[in-house]
């Protein structure tokens, strides 16, 4: 018997969540690499960030990464910011302290701010990071060889204090959004689909989910052409990544075509076409979204 539309997306807001099982491995394993660091270099602290802290990673775990913030001791930013290159000889050092507690993984690699494990089930993300006086951390871009002020504990607060506002909603359909994402190959930064969230749904209310995405895509057709300005005040453009005109029209497209599918499913929805419906709104979230009857 067919599902109703609703019922469906129910359904999509299930397969998109982690297991217990594997939230239970994350946190076996990110301890474990935290103990690692700690063992030989003075962590002030340390603790976990990007979109597992916030809620928002989607299923399944082996295409995530999990971000882990080491706060050290200033000592480290003396010795290497003086250096050239110093950015890239502190991940490095990072780097050589998780390779002797994991020799035996396959890849563990730095990536512009980060030193990447990749496990065979997930990956890890280490950030060195530095406290600093009037809030917020400075972290080491290895390509550009600068320092980034970055807030994610801040982020974390504003993702908890929206969705609240939103009644517990906004955190499930980010994860949609990102699932329309994962159909077309990550095009967009997930932080950046995130932030424009949070500002397109900023003071509107999420009746449902599938409107809720349909606004989403419809107000993103401008939205993406503008500036997104980090939410914690740090970093400037989260979407300067899409530099070129050509980008930009680009990502206009993208959203056109998931807006204009939106629409179609709806209608189809109105009309009590449930097979209809459900096979456009497969077009926009791929197999997250169950198959019709």
């Not at 070129?244 to 599918?261: C, H, Q």
Request: hydrophobic share 35%; aromatic share 12%; with cysteine.
């Amino acid at each position: 018997m067919a599902k109703t539309i609703l019922e469906s997306f129910r359904e999509l807001k299930t397969n998109l969540e982690i297991t217990e099982l594997q939230q239970s491995t994350v946190s076996t394993r990110q301890q474990n690499v935290r103990n690692a660091v700690e063992s030989e270099l003075n962590v002030l602290d340390s603790f976990l960030t990007g979109s597992y802290s916030r809620h928002t990673m989607i299923a399944p775990l082996k295409e995530a990464d999990i971000d882990i913030f080491i706060i050290l001791d200033v000592q480290y930013y003396y010795h290497y910011n003086g250096q050239n290159g110093g950015q890239a000889g502190l991940l490095d050092l990072v780097k050589r302290i998780l390779r002797k507690t994991y020799s035996k993984t396959p890849d563990i690699s730095r990536n512009g701010q980060a030193v990447t494990i990749q496990f065979t089930d997930f990956m890890v993300d280490v950030v060195p990071a530095f406290s600093c006086q009037r809030g917020g951390y400075l972290i080491p871009n290895s390509i550009t060889q600068s320092w980034i002020f970055t807030d994610p504990k801040k982020h974390v607060e504003i993702m908890s204090v929206a969705n609240k506002k939103h009644d517990g909603d906004l955190v499930p359909l980010i994860k949609m959004i990102k699932a329309w994402n994962r159909t077309i190959n990550d095009h967009f930064r997930s932080f950046h689909l995130e932030v424009m969230a949070l500002q397109i749904l900023d003071g509107v209310k999420i009746s449902d989910y599938p409107s809720g995405v349909r606004y989403f895509f419809d107000k993103g057709r401008s939205y993406v052409k503008q500036k997104n300005p980090d939410p914690a005040g740090y970093g400037g453009d989260v979407g300067s990544y899409l530099n070129t005109r050509e980008k930009i029209d680009d990502a206009v497209s993208r959203f056109e075509t998931a807006y204009t599918r939106a629409i179609k499913a709806e209608d189809y929805a109105n009309r009590d076409d449930i097979k209809e419906a459900v096979s456009m709104w497969r077009k926009i979230f791929g197999d997250y979204f169950p198959a019709y009857g």
